[in-house]
């Protein structure tokens, strides 16, 4: 609030195109939600759409500096040079600043989503799929890259290091969208949504190890084991070390919350512990969400969950939206659109690669064993969607210049068109289910 | 979540910078508001003083640039360079970024705060002590600044652009912790509470009036008449304009929150038209939270108020303490050692401001009319708090180089002292006060 170095001169723009910005997400995001159930679609992909509108394929409400949009190319950011009379350097500092913001918050509202799938999810429950969790893990990330790399090598001759990275884009799972949909179904403590959430916690894990190993290679021509061997030591150790250790930690949180007098005595433990594990889960090379939502399973066996579910539901109302837009605003569609002549060699080897990704991760649905009369098609259609994950590989691979342009162009084809295949396809299949419980049905995240 | 460009390479370490310091911001704000609670203090200075602590004055966990601090400052920003080993480029930037999305979370908090005190505030009894809460305004603003204004001039000597600077610093009135402190002891909805936060919101707009005048008078020495009426015609028109459009807006705001049918169908309403009043109060050169507020008192009277009032709660449970402990931090309290020998020269001025901060506030409660049987004393008192309204002016004063270095002390010296003497002494004057109603004491912002 300080007026003093030119940094802070702005402040109050960054506020007005931050709330500007929050205004239109949550316009996106509820139009296209209400839409989207209308039509007896799952909401979270009306959300992700609502992005797209507002989004670098169209409006250009909002766009980011990561996809090579400037602040010129905000329809947002332009107005509030008219309103404000703002010189060019000022929208650019503001429009810098308030990506960074938007973009913060999108990924707080991912680690709260996870923490509320964490506490949603019965860790007992999640136990007794683990085998099976961990035997789709390990298919729908090996199929995929297998069938993926082998196949670009064979039939395109794609030489092998940009194949092997395309391959490794197919291993991705975006827990976040698969986990909303299958609570937006009430299908989240089902068996099958049990193991798709189980699958997709070690597909992240799994991901970040084939991402280590893809950058290392594109970087020097060879694998680096022993970070390898970090990473799948420490991820190991951080999540089974995170479900040995919540026993004690449930009893001290529930001590703590029960001595607080002030407002929060519940949430802000919750939440500080929360924002503890994501961060070291951050430090330690995995995924912030990881640790929320490893933070959510422990709490989950704690007396108060009923009551801290309640206080976390308006925070991921508030925050969750912001996370979904932004990924449907950062798709661009443009790469879709065939009427341009350098899409079409990409839009080949898009169909091919999108046709893996699903089969790769639909056949995962037969390797689980041992629980007759599972939906096989639900589990593998769950594990379909790539999501960040995927964009996060696109990305790395184009920066380190491993990928050329039509390839690059097909991986981010493939990440848009499994990420909003995938709700409606789950809602099909998981469609003949018994209709949820009761109890179910009345699940914070069920709408 | 693409890391394509340098500015994103950096991103998982702002998001870890800015998870690191929302867990100091929770445990600073918890264990300053149990304790200030323990010793029968309002809980909001607790969390002041837990803000001191891991602040500038103290603990440098929690450091801003507006104060001139740089990343080697910050112990949580080395502590995140060993951790990761990142290079000096690397950490300034991480601590511009998260430094920005602190400052605006603490924005937001402070919004969303004004806009629960809106909710929580009746339009109808505000306007029962409208006339009473504009004389307390009026001579809250016009005391403090003609006896600070004279009494530097004739008895220290200060020419008069400086003094008029610091007279107006004295005028400005913390509605956040004034209306915070209210709540906490369930006196919100008393009529002396109605006159404080009515006094506040007037006071507010008085006082970007005054700053407007003195910034002018500052810069060209002279008074830009057409500014100053364009503000006090667009303060006025945008207050009494929402409440007058607020019957019309309750109504299509009820039937918009009926239709929904995907979660957060009233809260994320709620908030965007919140969100919607900041960024128009923000743009008209007023105070977002001025919208924030005008939006809760319009919604006030909504059939769902109730079951808003509840999910609001766990938004500002999040939100607000990132705005108290921001505050605590970025107030350096080193202006007040007299060991230092340049502070002694302020700190006599500070002794005579702090002396006319708080006379010249606390006689407004005796311009109050028409109510027999107030506490005077205690409507007097709520005004006494400059908080970060009073930063802005010796900020504005610094950065234009009217102040010399003892005067913009002395006046720091002020807006903490007030700042932090208020809570204590508003929880005494109020201690005689009859036992709030059971339905008061229910409020939600009670503790």
Redesign the interface.
């Known amino acids: 609030?300080?007026?003093?170095?030119p940094?802070?001169e702005y402040?109050?723009w960054?506020?007005?195109g931050?709330?500007?910005t929050?205004?239109v997400v949550?316009?996106a995001?509820?139009l296209g939600?209400?839409l989207s159930?209308?039509l007896n679609l799952p909401?979270v992909l009306g959300e992700l759409v609502g992005g797209v509108i507002v989004g670098v394929s169209a409006l250009h409400l909002l766009v980011f500096?990561?996809?090579?949009a400037t602040a010129i190319d905000s329809l947002l950011m332009t107005s509030l040079q008219q309103?404000?009379n703002l010189d060019a350097e000022a929208v650019s500092h503001i429009f810098?600043?308030q990506s960074?913001?938007i973009?913060?918050l999108a990924?707080?509202g991912v680690i709260v989503l996870l923490f509320e799938i964490g506490l949603e999810s019965d860790l007992r429950e999640l136990g007794k799929v683990g085998y099976q969790a961990a035997i789709v893990a390990v298919v729908g990330v090996a199929a995929p890259f297998l069938l993926g790399t082998v196949g670009l090598v064979m039939l395109f001759g794609v030489p092998v290091i940009p194949a092997v990275f395309a391959g490794a884009a197919l291993t991705a799972t975006s827990i976040g969208i698969t986990s909303k949909v299958l609570s937006e179904l009430g299908q989240l403590k089902s068996t099958e949504g049990q193991i798709i959430v189980g699958a997709a916690v070690i597909d992240d894990v799994l991901g970040i190890i084939v991402l280590a190993v893809v950058a290392s290679l594109a970087k020097t021509g060879e694998v680096d084991l022993l970070n390898v061997v970090y990473l799948i030591v420490s991820a190991s150790a951080f999540l089974l070390g995170s479900i040995f250790l919540g026993k004690f930690f449930n009893s001290s949180f529930a001590a703590i919350a029960a001595k607080?007098?002030?407002?929060?005595a519940l949430?802000?433990?919750a939440?500080?512990f929360a924002?503890?594990m994501?961060?070291l889960a951050?430090?330690i090379h995995l995924e912030?969400i990881l640790g929320a939502f490893a933070a959510g399973l422990v709490l989950d066996e704690t007396d108060q969950r009923k009551e801290l579910d309640q206080?976390?539901?308006?925070?991921?109302?508030?925050l969750v939206?912001i996370f979904f837009v932004t990924v449907g605003a950062?798709a661009d569609l443009g790469v879709l659109n065939p009427a341009v002549p350098e899409n079409r060699a990409g839009l080949i080897i898009a169909a091919f690669l999108i046709f893996i990704a699903i089969i790769g991760k639909v056949i995962t649905g037969w390797a689980v064993f041992g629980k007759p009369g599972i939906n096989r098609l639900a589990v593998g259609v769950g594990m379909i969607p790539r999501g960040?994950v995927g964009?996060?590989f696109?990305?790395?691979g184009?920066?380190s210049g491993v990928l050329d342009k039509p390839l690059e162009a097909a991986i981010i084809m493939m990440v848009i068109l499994t990420t909003f295949l995938a709700p409606p396809l789950l809602q099909l299949t998981l469609k003949g289910q018994a209709t949820p419980t009761v109890e179910e049905a009345a699940l914070p995240?069920a709408?």
Do not use: H
């Open positions: 609030m300080l007026a003093t170095t940094e802070s402040g109050s960054v506020l007005a931050v709330l500007l929050l205004v949550y316009m995001s509820k939600g209400e159930k209308r909401p500096p990561e996809t090579g309103l404000g810098a600043s960074e913001v973009s913060v990924e707080l607080l007098q002030t407002r929060g949430l802000i433990p939440i500080t924002f503890v994501a961060f951050n430090v912030a206080q976390v539901m308006p925070i991921a109302d508030l939206p950062k960040e964009l996060v696109a990305g790395i184009s920066a995240l709408d």
